[in-house]
């Protein structure tokens, strides 16, 4: 597909949004502290971990069913930076786009109204929906 430029404006205005913002200037962390699957963080809402490897091998959703969200972070995307491509998707630039989509099952019996991904706006069709609507395009 040629590259045209209603194509690679969504995509350099991401770069210019990073690099305004320090994206090539990533402070280091000060303190590491890990979790695992089911975990339940001792945080404001004590978000439950739900494991969903693909994106990254570690990534992973947070479940806070007191706010009725799911943070699915680069599990879902709702908008691709390469594009503007709009609705859930697997986020771009994945280390394991088949394993991402697999991963997906873990979050089948989440009820929450609110998908939070980590690009993109809340969907909020359901947990159930944005899945189908992913593995239909996979």
Known sequence: MPVTPHRLLPLLRFLVYGATRGAIRTP????????GDGATLDVPGSPRVILVPGHTPGNAALH??????LFVGDAIATVAVTNGKTGPMIAPFG????QAVVSL??????EARWVLPGHGEPW??????AIRIVRSAA
């Open 64 to 69: 806070v069913p007191s706010r009725d969200a």
């Open 124 to 129: 909020t069709g359901g947990v159930g929906e």
């Open 95 to 98: 280390a394991d786009d088949a």
């Open 28 to 35: 280091r962390l000060a303190e590491v502290v890990t979790y």
């Open 105 to 110: 099952s873990r979050l089948e019996d989440v």
